[in-house]
């Protein structure tokens, strides 16, 4: 006779679901911790790129205008521990042909802009020092000019008719145009950014940086080493960046940088 | 340049792969910065002044690449810019391309503006200018000063222009201090003249080029208080070894590939030359000139000191002797010596000497690519 009976059932018992309960946990509480320290070290890592990266874009962009600056030839405006005013150039370009009576310019070599819409001006070399004209406006190389006064040499490249009086101007003296810019920080949305203004524009260029004073400082130099105020005698600049990225993160990079002016 | 979008409101980086190519670039154009400033300034340094004389205005001259120390490597065209009006005065562009040590790729280029200025107003007053004493012995052709104006015989034609004008044989500011032993050969226009408003200056700059810039720009420098025995010229395979130290160039064969080569030889300190000694161009000599075996010179000298002709000199073109600072000392000529002013030997080493700078003020610009 058969046996009738309970038949034996498939599952987990209890202990067997505490068991995978509590290991699911661990592991789960593991990728956890795993996440939030990959997520906190992402965080950290992009922080400090920020930073990096606004030091060394300042760092650059105001080297550049100040190697190319001439303190003996008046280039830099005003000199102040944390701002700094300067000729800063924008183009550049190399006279060969000059019509004085209506005051043109051909030029070759052209880099960068001359444009007097956008407030530029321009220093062109004569003997006896450099000119510092406006740019009146910047001609097709089409619309008359001078040309260039060589035989079988290059072409002109543009024309540019110049407010003021070039008497004197030889072929062959180069033109630089340049915009004065005043270079400090400004705040902008709660962060400090490297800034330059004309006093009509200003572009927000780099940042964070430091709102406690300490993220843009000058240090200028004369041919001794000693420190000056005075714009005319100033042959190195030590310049100091100190960033911050704003949020309560309290780590800070600086950089420091010397320059000396090429143009003296 | 301009950056006008303000970067406080772009995204912020989502790693750190843009400030690492960042840095790199930085780094490496910081190299290859470095790389073409050296370029720059040492092409201006070692400027070649046959540049000056082959590159008519708008003509360009592309350099081969040139290796620094440190494996970075630069290349420099050259552009003459002015229109070839001021006769004294050219202009260049030089535009110097950097690059850092191989393995690495990244470019960087600047523009140097050079100014390079001809001798202007050095020579010649007289066969032979002074400040101090002179003591003049010999007789007859032994010792010959002449102010005739005059075209070196050996020259042929079309080197040489037609017009001559004849100076003074012997210009010097106190003519009491001349002493004459013997009867010796002197001519010009006139034969003496004295000229109180010489002065030390007269000696030292030559219109916009001082004689410490042509002494710094000199072809061939030589240390003083050394004697020298076998200045000749160097041929070697048809062409002018020019980096001869003593090859001087070749006067006296006008089919000599030497011929056209004038060089400026600055020599710091006293000069003695003994033996044969033949050359041209430009002599500049520190201190004390001293000759005691044959010179024959064609060009202009320029001592600091004061001059001693013991040996046979033949000098064409003309001679200034500063005889120091403190005048006093004395120039002798004496045993075979001549000293014969020559328009054209002095006006053709002239021509060759030049001094290239950097333009005054602002000549560094840097080309964003």
Redesign the interface.
């Known amino acids: 006779m058969p046996r009738i009976g309970l038949r034996q059932q498939g599952g987990f018992t209890m202990a067997e679901m505490i068991v995978v309960i509590i290991l699911g946990s661990v592991v789960a509480g593991a990728l956890y911790k795993v996440l939030i320290t990959q997520e906190r070290l992402y965080t950290s890592?992009?922080v400090a790129?920020?930073r990096?990266?606004a030091l060394?874009?300042s760092a650059?962009?105001l080297s550049?205008d100040l190697?190319?600056a001439?303190s003996?030839?008046n280039d830099f405006i005003e000199l102040e521990d944390d701002e700094l005013s300067l000729r800063s150039?924008?183009g550049?370009g190399?006279?060969?042909g000059v019509d004085s009576v209506s005051r043109k310019i051909s030029a070759?070599?052209a880099?960068?802009r001359f444009s007097d819409p956008a407030g530029d001006s321009l220093?062109i070399?004569r003997a006896d020092?450099?000119l510092v004209r406006a740019a009146q406006v910047a001609l097709p190389v089409v619309e008359a000019g001078p040309g260039?006064?060589?035989?079988?040499?290059?072409e002109a490249q543009y024309t540019v008719k110049v407010d003021g009086d070039i008497t004197g101007v030889?072929?062959?003296?180069?033109i630089?145009a340049f915009h004065r810019w005043t270079y400090r920080l400004e705040e902008?949305?709660g962060?400090w950014?490297l800034a330059r203004d004309d006093g009509t524009v200003t572009?927000?260029?780099?940042?964070p940086f430091t709102g406690d004073g300490s993220g843009l400082s000058f240090v200028y130099l004369d041919e001794n080493g000693q420190v000056t105020d005075d714009p005319n005698r100033l042959v190195r600049l030590d310049l100091t960046l100190v960033s911050q990225v704003p949020g309560g993160i309290e780590k800070r990079d600086t950089l420091t940088a010397t320059v000396r002016l090429?143009?003296q | 340049?301009?950056?006008?979008r303000?970067?406080?409101r772009r995204d912020?980086?989502?790693?750190?792969a843009?400030?690492a190519a960042?840095?790199v670039i930085?780094i490496v154009s910081l190299l290859a910065l470095a790389g073409l400033?050296a370029g720059a300034m040492t092409s201006i340094a070692v400027w070649d002044r046959r540049i000056s004389r082959t590159l008519?205005?708008?003509?360009s001259v592309v350099n081969a690449w040139r290796d620094l120390p440190d494996g970075g490597r630069y290349q420099t065209t050259i552009?003459?810019?002015?229109?070839g009006?001021?006769p004294y005065s050219?202009?260049y562009?030089v535009r110097t391309v950097g690059r850092p040590a191989p393995g690495i790729t990244a470019q960087r280029v600047v523009?140097t503006?050079v100014e390079v200025e001809k001798v202007n107003g050095m020579c010649c007053d007289a066969a032979i200018k002074l400040q101090g004493d002179l003591r003049v012995q010999g007789t007859g052709a032994g010792v010959k000063v002449s102010g005739l104006d005059t075209i070196p015989p050996a020259w042929g034609g079309g080197v040489c222009p037609e017009s001559l004008t004849d100076m003074p044989g012997i210009l010097m500011q106190d003519d009491d201090r001349l002493i004459i032993n013997g009867q010796p050969i002197l001519e010009g226009d006139p034969p003496v003249l004295e000229d109180a408003s010489i002065e030390t200056d007269d000696f030292e700059v030559f219109g916009d080029v001082s004689y410490n810039e042509l002494a710094q720009a000199a072809d061939k420098k030589l240390p003083g208080g050394e004697v020298f025995t076998n200045i000749a010229p160097e041929v070697s395979g048809g062409t002018c070894v020019e980096s001869g130290l003593y090859n001087w160039g070749d006067p006296l064969d006008e089919a000599s590939p030497c011929f056209d080569y004038l060089p400026v030889v600055h020599v710091s300190g006293d000069l003695k030359l003994s033996g044969n000694a033949v050359g041209q161009g430009i002599l500049l000599v520190d201190g004390d000139l001293e000759v005691s075996g044959t010179f024959d010179f064609y060009g202009v000298v320029v001592a600091l000191g004061q001059a001693d002709f013991k040996g046979t000199t033949d000098i064409t073109g003309g001679i200034m002797v500063r005889n120091g600072v403190y005048a006093g000392e004395e120039t002798w000529l004496r045993g075979g010596t001549s000293l014969q002013y020559s328009s054209c030997s002095a006006a053709r080493a002239i021509s060759h000497a030049v001094v290239a700078h950097p333009?005054a003020?602002?000549?560094?610009?840097?080309?964003?690519e």
């Open positions: 890592e992009r790129a920020v990096h990266d060394r874009l650059t962009i550049a190697m190319e001439s003996s030839e150039p924008v550049f190399i006279v060969c070759i070599g880099e960068g220093l070399f020092g450099w260039c006064a060589y035989a079988g040499g290059p030889p072929v062959g003296a180069p630089r902008d949305r962060a950014w572009h927000l260029l780099a940042g090429r143009n | 340049m301009t950056y006008n303000p970067l406080a912020m980086p989502t790693g750190f843009i400030p960042v840095f930085v400033y008519n205005p708008g003509d552009l003459r810019v002015d229109d009006l001021d050219n202009f562009r523009t503006m333009l003020g602002r000549h560094w610009f840097e080309v964003v």
